[in-house]
């Protein structure tokens, strides 16, 4: 039975309120650091802390505030895990660079990202400024690709470790109900959201087939969740054998491209 360590986000209880049972985590990503974008707060910086729970080193990316991302990887830390700070702009494509050359120099690989940064920028249509829709798409959409080409590039170089997982390595793309569901006066968000969506099943579709250069799974944000539960190698190869199944013909319905692996 794996080990398992406690939620470092879990909020502390009020007083006269009724306890909950902590949450636990397999420690089951030993061996596997992960970059997390947007990792100062929110829902990035409880996805940091879970991944480092479970036992992953973790890059905490960031852009603003750098205190706060320096106490999460402090959090990071006093659980036993490396981590490591880096201020980049996720839709810049050469401080995505430098920041995953980074990453890899300091933690020898990188098994896992998350796309999580994103912001926004609403306006009603007819006043919403090009200035506008261009950052929205920019940072929540362009910078998830810049990310996730990264990544796979970087899987690719390093390969298939067995021994840690079967496979080469994972994206987590940060998504909202928004993807599917319209939202008037946020047209760059939801735009953005849905090109997420398409982009994550494209990229699962077009790189799982690459057996020869390691096989990769890609999970999406169920939509309307701020959660992450932990990738495990179960899921690894429950995913890869659903996908493969499919022998090229995947039509992004396979567990990998829905992101349930």
């Known amino acids: 039975m794996p080990e398992t360590t406690t939620d470092p986000a879990a909020p502390a209880a009020a007083p006269g309120a009724r306890q909950r049972p902590a949450s636990r985590f397999p420690v089951v990503l ?5 970059l997390v974008t947007g ?19 973790v890059v905490v990316n960031y852009i603003v505030d750098s205190a706060a991302a320096e106490e999460v990887a402090h959090q990071i830390e006093a659980g036993g895990r490396r981590a ?39 306006a009603p249509l007819l006043d919403m400024t090009i200035e506008q829709w261009n950052k929205v798409i920019a940072v929540n959409l362009t910078g998830q690709f810049l990310c996730a080409r990264e990544a796979v ?4 170089r390093r390969g298939v470790a067995p021994e840690i997982s079967v496979a080469a390595g994972k994206i987590v793309f940060m998504s909202s109900v928004h993807q599917e569901i319209p939202w008037a006066g946020h047209a760059n968000y939801a735009a953005s959201k849905g090109g997420v969506m398409q982009l994550m099943r494209s990229i699962a579709c077009g790189q799982g087939q690459r057996r020869g250069a390691g ?20 899921d690894d190869s429950r995913a890869l054998q659903t996908h493969w199944r499919t022998r090229g013909h995947c039509p992004g319905r396979c567990l990998a491209c829905l992101g349930y692996g």
């Open 39 to 57: 990792a100062n707060s929110g829902i990035g910086k409880a996805v940091a802390l879970g991944l480092a729970a479970s036992g992953a080193d």
């Open 215 to 234: 096989s990769h799974t890609y999970a999406n944000q169920p939509p309307g969740l701020g959660n992450l539960r932990s990738l495990s190698q179960a």
């Open 153 to 156: 590039r970087e899987f690719k």
């Open 30 to 34: 030993e061996g596997q650091p992960a």
């Open 84 to 122: 490591l700070a880096i201020k980049a702009d996720v839709s810049r494509e050469d401080e995505v660079q430098a920041m995953f050359a980074t990453a890899v120099d300091h933690f020898g690989t990188l098994h896992i990202v998350v796309n999580n940064a994103g912001l926004q920028r609403d």
